[in-house]
Nanobody, 119 residues
Framework: QVQLVESGGGSVQPGGSLRLSCTAS????????MNWYRQAPGKQRELVAF???????RYIDSVKGRFTVSRDNAKNTVYLQMNSLKPEDTAVYYC?????????????WGQGTQVTVSS
């Protein structure tokens, strides 16, 4: 099993920056990829970015060039650096782990952290 603890959310003005952190514990060697999702009020949860075991990263179009996902293996932590934030980035952000269990991929989720972009 895996436990995920997020931190780093908050309120920022448009154009500002925030960095989210997600620290994993437990059977982290069986994590295939770490993902960042977000869910805005009244909208479905969407995958924003991911980084896999080979350090391949992908982003949705709306955050490309502004968000960067990275990880520090020594700290078992994945980061989402968010720059040039826009009001439409306002959402609860969730860290997610794709864990390779005996019967396939199992999802583990962090508790979520609020990001609010407003003037």
């Amino acid at each position: 099993q895996v436990q995920l603890v997020e931190s780093g959310g908050g309120s920022v003005q448009p154009g500002g920056s925030l960095r989210l952190s997600c620290t994993a514990s437990g059977s982290i060697s069986r994590i295939n990829a770490m993902n960042w999702y977000r869910q805005a009020p009244g909208k479905q949860r969407e995958l924003v970015a991911f980084i896999n075991k080979l350090d391949v990263t992908r982003y949705i179009d709306s955050v490309k060039g502004r968000f960067t996902v990275s990880r520090d293996n020594a700290k078992n932590t994945v980061y989402l650096q968010m720059n040039s934030l826009k009001p439409e980035d306002t959402a609860v952000y969730y860290c997610n782990a794709d864990y390779l269990g005996p019967l396939g991929i199992v999802d583990y989720w962090g508790q979520g952290t609020q990001v609010t972009v407003s003037s």
